[in-house]
C-alpha cells in the first residue's frame, strides 16, 4: 500500500522516495516461488504505473475515508487468501532474501494461527496464515501499527517479531528515514538511484554524522522516543560517549497525543531558551545530534503539516510556515555540527542503519 503523495515539494520527495523502495521490494517478492502475486493498493497513479510495470497488480481505490483494516479485509475476502503478506510501501526499504524467506518459512510450518512482524508493538509488515481472521477484526485496525498486538491479543495468533536491525526498524515516514539509508549495502537499485540525486548538502550532513559515529570519543546525542535496544547496539559496536533524553515513548499508541497529554522537558528547555540558544547548548555539548521532534510538536500541541514536517526535516526553512518550527530549522541549519531531524525512524531504524554501514566499512 501506499499513500497519497501530498502536495508540497517536500512531501512529493518522500513520495518518490517511498515509490522507489515499493519497486525494489517488488522485486524481491516477485523472484520468489513462494510468492503467487503481488496487489498493489495506491493512491496515486504514477504510483500504480510505476508497480504496474514491474508485475505489481493495482486494485481499485475505495472512495471515501480510507481505513486500514476494511480494504486488508475486504482484499482477504475477495481473494479467498488463505496465506498473506502486508507490506507498507516504505515499510520494508532494507529487506533481503533471506529475511523475506525467514518469515515465510516460519508462517509456512507453524501448525496454528501464526504471524511474523517486523515490530509488535508498531507493525509496517506483517507475513500470515488464516487469513480470513482479518475479516472480522477490521475496525480494530484503523492502521497498520497495531496489526502484531490485535492479531494476538484478540485472534490468538502465535505472534513473533523479528530482531530490531536495520531491515526491521526502517519505514518511509519522513524524509530522514531516506536520507539515513545512504551507502547501506542492503538498499535497492531503485532507491540507490534516488539517493544519489538527494541535495548534495545532506549527503555531506549525513557523511559528517557518520564520521562523527565513527571517531572514537565523539559525542553523539540521541533525544526522543529512543530505545535500550538502540543504546546498547550504539556501545556495542561505536566507541563515542552517548547522551540519550528519552521521553514519550507509545505516545501515538497509547493516545496520549490524541488525548493532548504529551509532555517533554526537552519541549519545555526549548520553549524557554528559544531555538538559538538551545541548539547553541547542544553544540557545546556534542559532535551530532539525531533529534525525534515530533515529541516536541506533540508537546506543543499545535501539530504542523506534512508540509511543515518534511521540510524542516530537509532544513528548507523558507518552506515552512510554523513559525516556532520555522525558527528552529533555521537554527539548526547554522548549528556548527551536524544535527538530523525526523521522527521516531531517526533514532531507531536510521540508527540501525548507520550502524551497520559502519560495521561494514
Known amino acids: 500500500m501506499l499513500p497519497p503523495a501530498g502536495s508540497s515539494p517536500a512531501e512529493h520527495w518522500v513520495a518518490e522516495g517511498r515509490r522507489a523502495a515499493a519497486r525494489d521490494?517488488?522485486?524481491r517478492l516477485l523472484v520468489l516461488?513462494?510468492?503467487?502475486?503481488?496487489?498493489?493498493?495506491?493512491?496515486?497513479?504514477?504510483?500504480?504505473?510505476?508497480?504496474a510495470d514491474l508485475g505489481g497488480i493495482p486494485l481499485m481505490v475505495p472512495e471515501g475515508r480510507f481505513h486500514f483494516g476494511q480494504i486488508l479485509a475486504r482484499t482477504v475476502e475477495e481473494g479467498n487468501y488463505q496465506r498473506l503478506a502486508y507490506f507498507g510501501g516504505g515499510s520494508a526499504p532494507l529487506m533481503t532474501?533471506?529475511?523475506?524467506?525467514?518469515?515465510?518459512?516460519?508462517?509456512?510450518?507453524a501448525e496454528g494461527p501464526m504471524a511474523v512482524v517486523n515490530n509488535y508493538h508498531s507493525s509496517d509488515w506483517v507475513v500470515l496464515n488464516h487469513a480470513q481472521t482479518l475479516i472480522p477484526l477490521a475496525a480494530?485496525?484503523?492502521?497498520?501499527?497495531p496489526l502484531g498486538w490485535v492479531l494476538d491479543h484478540e485472534a490468538g495468533f502465535d505472534v513473533?517479531?523479528?530482531p530490531p536491525s536495520a531491515a526491521t526498524r526502517n519505514d518511509i515516514d519522513t524524509p530522514t528515514d531516506i536520507l539515513l539509508l545512504l551507502?547501506?549495502?542492503?538498499?535497492?537499485?531503485?532507491l540507490k538511484e534516488f539517493l544519489a540525486q538527494a541535495p548534495r548538502e545532506w549527503l555531506k550532513r549525513i557523511d559528517s554524522l557518520r564520521k562523527v559515529m565513527k571517531t572514537p570519543a565523539s559525542t553523539l546525542i540521541l533525544i526522543g522516543r529512543a530505545s535500550s535496544h538502540v543504546w546498547q547496539a550504539l556501545e556495542r559496536i561505536t566507541q563515542i560517549w552517548v547522551r540519550i533524553y528519552v521521553e514519550e515513548r507509545g505516545?501515538?499508541?497509547s493516545g496520549r497525543v490524541a488525548r493532548g497529554e504529551a509532555k517533554s522537558l526537552i519541549g519545555e528547555v526549548l520553549d524557554m531558551w528559544g531555538a538559538q540558544i538551545f541548539v547553541e547548548h547542544l553544540s557545546s555539548m556534542s559532535d551530532a545530534v539525531l533529534w525525534d521532534?515530533?515529541?516536541?510538536?506533540?508537546?506543543?500541541?499545535a501539530w504542523p503539516s506534512a508540509a511543515d514536517r518534511f521540510a524542516a526535516d530537509l532544513g528548507w526553512d523558507d518552506q515552512v510556515e510554523d513559525a516556532a518550527l520555522r525558527e528552529l530549522t533555521h537554527a539548526i541549519n547554522q548549528a556548527s555540527i551536524p544535527i538530523v531531524t525526523g521522527g521516531y525512524g531517526v533514532v531507531s531504524g536510521g540508527v540501525y542503519a548507520m550502524l551497520e554501514v559502519i560495521e561494514e566499512d
Open 25 to 27: 521490494l517488488i522485486r
Open 33 to 51: 516461488d513462494l510468492v503467487d502475486r503481488v496487489l498493489v493498493l495506491a493512491a496515486e497513479q504514477t504510483d500504480r504505473d510505476a508497480l
Open 97 to 109: 532474501t533471506d529475511l523475506l524467506l525467514e518469515a515465510f518459512d516460519r508462517m509456512l510450518t
Open 140 to 145: 480494530r485496525l484503523p492502521t497498520d501499527n
Open 160 to 162: 513473533h517479531a523479528l
Open 183 to 190: 551507502h547501506h549495502p542492503n538498499i535497492g537499485m531503485d
Open 251 to 253: 505516545m501515538v499508541a
Open 293 to 301: 521532534t515530533r515529541v516536541w510538536m506533540a508537546h506543543r500541541g
